[in-house]
């Protein structure tokens, strides 16, 4: 309603502002009529007063009609304004109208799904008293089932004891008649040897010797008897003492042996060949002592050649790791002190601020410095005329290394020294310098050079 009344009276502005246009309009035409009557008449002297006034006419006339125009636009433009929102209002009203009536459908589908809701609740209450019941009468059987199958098991347990049983005892009759019938064939084989044994030494078949030699054949008395007493008459047989006798007629036989008519010869060579051996053995005897006297001398005087040189290289090591760990002790421990032959040698090292002893636990640097230590050790206790050193220093900081060159001044007084190294401070220590490199068409070359030493100079 507000924006129609707002268009009524914008219209109404329009009217007005068109009917103030059109007189402003015919003014305006009145004036330029004038205008050309005037500037068709030169030769008469013209009102000046009324040709100013006509022209401050002129100009009012023209600011009214751009005021007019102005007010029109604007008019027109709020007029737009105006008519769109009142469609926004109409539409916006619409939507309102479309949402109440989506609200009402809502809420009558709401009623209708809550009486079936209210239907379904009722449904599934008598559902599930049923399913109770059901519930309580699937939990009856089901005891009954569960008792019937621990019944069940039961007796299947019983059965699977019995089958066992049956399985074992059938085992046990096949076991037994096998065995039985290895028996047998092992008895059959065994007669079959026996006839052909009998048949291939004695000549006889199995019924002729069992005829003349069998069990219920007498045999003749082989006991003790006295020279008046009369040969008692043959016996039974009896198979436990014809077997001792036959045990100890073999052994007799046995330590018989067969008839060697060379016999003396042969006691001949091997009394020789006994001498010989005994003579021989000791010879061996004898050399085994001599030999193991060398032994005990090789020993001892290993033993006191290690026990000399470990107690100069723990002497020089003790001084070496205390110049180059100043502040740190340094030792050589025997693991083994009472077999110096099979002792080892442990090196136990602590710089200074640390409690550590073992190697692993020093740093790369520490550790090379304690093997130099050692290395320098070995080269005071035992000197030898020249030592080559490969990198030895490569691991190590400036403070180090010019501890290190120290001591190659003073090893240098008496041996020689071969360096390899990347430290210019060692090359310019040395009095020859070496070097490898490659030239410009890939062949490498030697090339040398010799330093002229401050104090030589």
Same mark, same amino acid.
Request: overall charge negative; cysteine-free.
């Given at each position: 309603r ?6 009524e ?11 103030a246009?059109?007189?402003? +309009?015919?003014?305006?035409a009145d004036? $330029?009529l ?16 009324e040709r100013e ?8 006339a023209?600011?009214g009609?751009?005021?007019?125009r102005l007010?029109?636009?604007t008019?027109?433009?709020?007029a737009r304004?105006l008519?769109g929102r009142a469609?926004?209002l ?5 939507a309102e109208?479309?949402s109440?009536?989506r609200a009402?459908e809502?809420?009558e ?7 079936a809701a ?5 449904g ?10 059901s519930v ?6 089901r005891?009954?089932?569960e008792?019937?199958? #621990?019944?069940?098991?039961q007796?299947?347990l019983?059965?699977r004891?019995t089958?066992r049983e ?6 046990e ?6 065995r039985d019938?290895m028996?047998r064939t #092992? ?5 079959e #040897?026996?006839?052909e044994?009998a ?5 006889m078949?199995a019924?002729?010797l069992?005829d003349?030699?069998g ?6 008395f082989f ?6 007493e ?7 047989f009896?198979r436990?003492?014809q ?11 046995? @330590? ?6 060379l ?6 060579? @091997?009394e020789e ?11 061996l ?5 001599d030999?193991?006297?060398i032994?005990r001398?090789v020993?001892?005087? /290993?033993q ?9 290289v ?7 790791f205390?110049?180059?760990?100043p502040?740190?002790?340094?030792r050589?421990?025997l693991?083994?002190?009472?077999d110096m ?5 442990? /090196?136990e ?12 636990l020093l +740093?790369?640097g ?7 230590a ?13 030592y080559i ?5 490569a691991a190590l900081?400036d403070?180090?290394?010019?501890r290190?060159l ?19 401070r060692t090359m310019?220590v040395?009095d ?5 490199t @490659?030239?410009?068409d890939?062949?490498?070359? /030697?090339?040398?050079q010799?330093? $002229?030493?401050?104090?030589s100079a």
């Amino acid at each position: 309603r507000s924006a129609r009344g707002e268009a009524e009276r914008l219209e109404r502005a329009i009217t007005t502002a068109q009917a103030a246009r059109e007189t402003d +309009s015919a003014g305006l035409a009145d004036l $330029e009529l004038r205008l050309a009557t005037a500037e068709e008449s030169p030769d008469e002297e013209p009102d000046v007063a009324e040709r100013e006034r006509l022209t401050e006419a002129a100009k009012s006339a023209r600011q009214g009609e751009m005021e007019a125009r102005l007010a029109l636009r604007t008019t027109e433009e709020r007029a737009r304004a105006l008519n769109g929102r009142a469609d926004s209002l109409v539409r916006a009203a619409q939507a309102e109208r479309d949402s109440r009536a989506r609200a009402s459908e809502r809420r009558e589908r709401l009623i209708r799904e809550g009486a079936a809701a209210e239907a379904v609740n009722a449904g599934v209450t008598v559902v599930l008293m049923r399913l109770e019941r059901s519930v309580m009468l699937a939990a009856d059987a089901r005891a009954a089932v569960e008792e019937s199958r #621990q019944v069940r098991e039961q007796q299947l347990l019983a059965a699977r004891a019995t089958l066992r049983e049956l399985g074992r005892q059938h085992d046990e009759l096949v076991n037994s008649v096998h065995r039985d019938e290895m028996a047998r064939t #092992q008895q059959k084989m065994r007669i079959e #040897q026996l006839e052909e044994r009998a048949l291939e030494e004695l000549g006889m078949d199995a019924d002729g010797l069992i005829d003349d030699y069998g069990p219920t054949t007498l045999v003749p008395f082989f006991g003790e008897v006295a020279d008046d007493e009369i040969a008692p008459e043959p016996v039974p047989f009896v198979r436990e003492e014809q077997q001792k006798r036959l045990k100890t007629a073999e052994r007799a036989l046995a @330590m018989l042996g067969r008839v060697n008519p060379l016999a003396l010869e042969e006691y001949s060579a @091997m009394e020789e060949r006994h001498k010989f051996l005994t003579e021989q053995l000791e010879d061996l005897r004898r050399t085994r002592k001599d030999l193991l006297d060398i032994v005990r001398e090789v020993d001892d005087r /290993v033993q006191q050649v290690f026990s000399e040189a470990y107690a100069d290289v723990e002497k020089a090591f003790d001084s070496t790791f205390a110049r180059l760990f100043p502040g740190g002790e340094g030792r050589l421990v025997l693991t083994d002190p009472d077999d110096m032959l099979n002792t080892g040698i442990e /090196v136990e090292a602590r710089p200074a601020g640390k409690k550590v002893k073992r190697l692993s636990l020093l +740093s790369g640097g520490e550790r090379s410095l304690v093997a130099v230590a050692f290395l320098v050790a070995l080269f005071k206790a035992r000197p030898s005329p020249f030592y080559i050193l490969d990198e030895v220093e490569a691991a190590l900081d400036d403070t180090n290394l010019g501890r290190l060159l120290e001591i190659y001044e003073e090893l240098r007084e008496t041996s020689q020294l071969l360096v390899i190294t990347h430290q210019k401070r060692t090359m310019e220590v040395g009095d020859a310098l070496y070097g490898v490199t @490659m030239r410009g068409d890939g062949v490498t070359t /030697v090339i040398s050079q010799r330093l $002229e030493r401050a104090e030589s100079a």
